[in-house]
């Protein structure tokens, strides 16, 4: 039988696991998610939700503080006040590198690409890159 996560009624929780580390694991009132389609917002007593995330921002608010991080792709699963993030990489926003990934894209878009594997790859890099560029953008 599993287990179910332990949270106050009326509280979030936030975990963003990365194959590396635990990067955030933390009560939320809030959080912001990159969706692959679109963004999606959970608040406490949010139905389950399972989704595909995008390259993006994720936003995590505790009180008037707000936690925002890049992340890389991945999935969400929200249920029982636990939202649970896995992505190959999440970046806080203060140390992404916007001239870093101006050359990710500059690099990505110069890329030829002969077949479908090439032309994925490419496009996962061009996403990427833009997906940092709007991240960091926001945050000047």
Known sequence: MAEKHSTLPGNLRCTVVTPEATVVDTPADFVALPL?????GVLPGRAPLIGRLGYGELRVRVGRAEQRY??????VQVANNLVSVLTNRAVPVD???AGAASELLRTAVARRASGHEE????ERLISQARGQLRVAARSR
């Open 70 to 75: 890049y992340v890389d792709g991945g999935f």
């Open 95 to 97: 140390k992404l590198d």
């Open 119 to 122: 032309m994925a790859i490419r």
């Open 36 to 40: 692959y389609d679109g963004e999606a």
